[in-house]
């Protein structure tokens, strides 16, 4: 058994974590959208006007924050006007990234109904790469005008006379890639134009310009320094970053499983960059904050043959909350993320098979860590044993993250250990517990554990016994868990 002694000091709480650093992302690819999301009024499977129920049920209890649409790749081939309009007139296009057909059946109004079914906000990435600065800035006179135009009576006529206000818009996805295989440079000569028209006809809206990924880190600091004198045009870089290449989605070794753990830090210096150098480029009235709009696991069978669909085990579970942790460590600059993708794609929160549905133990982790959203960031010293790798890198036994909203403290911890539990003391500087108001767990008999359609219940949270003192909480977690605990500080 291991042993950890954590002190957490909520006399020195920080940045406000923002809700949206739990955010998700869905695009037209696999079976995320048909079959996950849309299933056509006409399917056996229970649905609404075509949107799947089950799958809607499962997301409305995540409350995710904001849902990134319609790319991803599939974004900069994306014309919105296919995809409005009555459904048989419109047209079928190739969704050249994902090389399948694409019936456009659901486009901007039923995304929307679907945000609506679930309580998210949308996320709408405009198409850079083949599309036009007219046809982004029309989408979002579409989308978002009040004024008597034609472009709002045909949003009337296609069944919403109110606007839809989508507030966060991309200017082009992966712009170094698949968006156009651009430089910086003439990325920023292409943002320059397109933000320019979504800035004068968007109202409160934020844009989200292309960032690095970590091969290309000098991206960042190119594309800024060509923005020069037009900061205010971009309110957030949005960086992009996928772990585990080439790793086994289920049958990986435990060496594997650390070195995916390893990961966080890397994503972890990602961040720190990308926040230095927009606090280099920003200036006190205009700050530029940091995105991380596609992130995740991405194993060796999700390939474009399978529609990039993988297993989700424990091991998924242990990344997310230690991702989740390290998300908020930034939250002053980190103002949201979206996991890619939310339904049967990569580190999917949701898996199907016909009418079949299972959630995943990363959907759990979504869930337990609710109670950190709009809570100020708490730092935590934590005692105790680190794996240490073989290639000589260290990854934490027992890792805690902690928030505050007035009295209530919220603790996320993780066990990583494959065999060993963990038990846990804790102790809150200058303060005293006056009664636990929640205290959930996380586990499974293996970290390959993971939860299918056919065996839906495999992976699922459950209590968390705690010992309470004034001056301590006590609790000893399994190998492999995640666990969240709520407690009420004495006044």
């Known amino acids: 058994m291991q042993t950890a002694i954590v002190n957490v000091l909520p006399g020195q709480a920080g940045a406000t974590i923002n809700p949206n650093l739990y955010g998700h992302f869905a695009e037209h690819l696999g079976r995320c959208i048909a079959g996950g999301i849309w299933v056509g009024d006409d399917s056996a499977i229970p649905n609404d006007r075509g949107i799947r129920l089950d799958t809607v049920d499962a997301l409305r209890r995540l409350a995710l924050p904001v849902l990134r649409w319609p790319g991803g790749c599939f974004a900069d081939n994306y014309h919105w006007r296919d995809g409005i309009g009555p459904r048989e007139a419109r047209p079928t296009r190739l969704n050249i990234w994902w090389l399948q057909g694409e019936s456009n059946a659901l486009g901007t109004h039923e995304f929307m109904r679907f945000c609506r079914m679930i309580g998210t906000e949308p996320y709408f990435c405009a198409n850079v790469g083949s599309g036009s600065p007219e046809e982004a800035r029309s989408w979002l006179e579409y989308c978002n005008a009040r004024q008597d135009t034609t472009l709002t009576r045909e949003r009337a006529a296609n069944g919403d006379p109110e606007p839809f206000n989508v507030r966060y818009w991309g200017v082009g996805n992966e712009s170094w890639g698949c968006g156009g295989s651009m430089t910086p440079e003439y990325y920023a000569h292409q943002y320059r134009q397109y933000a320019t028209y979504l800035r004068q006809g968007g109202g409160d809206v ?206 996320s911890l993780v066990n990583t250990n494959i065999d060993d539990s963990c038990t846990v003391t804790i102790t809150a500087a200058g303060r005293h517990f006056a009664r636990i108001k929640s205290a959930r767990l996380l586990t499974a008999p293996s970290v390959r554990a993971h939860n299918t359609p056919q065996a839906p219940h495999v992976v699922a949270p459950g209590d968390l016994p705690v010992a309470m003192l004034p001056e301590t909480l006590t609790v000893t977690l399994p190998s492999c868990a995640v666990a969240m605990i709520e407690v009420e500080l004495a006044s």
């Open 206 to 411: 934020m844009l989200i310009a292309c960032g690095s990924h970590q091969g290309i880190m000098s991206w960042d600091d190119r594309f800024l320094e060509s923005l020069k004198g037009a900061e205010g045009l971009v309110d957030a870089l949005a960086l992009h970053n996928y772990s585990g290449g080439g790793t086994p989605e289920v049958d990986f070794t435990d060496n594997q499983y650390h070195n995916l753990l390893t990961a966080v830090g890397c994503m972890d210096a990602h961040i720190t960059h990308a926040a230095g150098v927009c606090r280099a480029h920003a200036t006190p009235e205009h700050p530029i904050k940091v995105i991380m709009d596609e992130w995740g696991t991405w194993y060796r069978e999700a390939t474009t043959e399978r529609g990039l669909y993988q297993a989700n085990t424990m091991q998924d579970a242990i990344f997310t909350a230690l991702a989740f942790q390290m998300f908020q460590r930034h939250a002053a600059d980190l103002v949201m993320t979206n996991m890619a993708q939310t339904v049967n794609v990569l580190q999917a929160l949701v898996l199907t098979e016909g009418p079949r549905l299972c959630v995943t133990p990363t959907y759990w982790v979504y869930d337990l860590f609710t109670p950190h959203r709009n809570g100020a960031w708490v730092p935590a010293t934590v005692q105790g044993s680190a794996l240490t790798l073989p290639n000589g890198q260290t990854v934490p036994g027992c890792s805690v993250s902690a928030s505050i909203v007035e009295h209530t403290l919220s603790l």
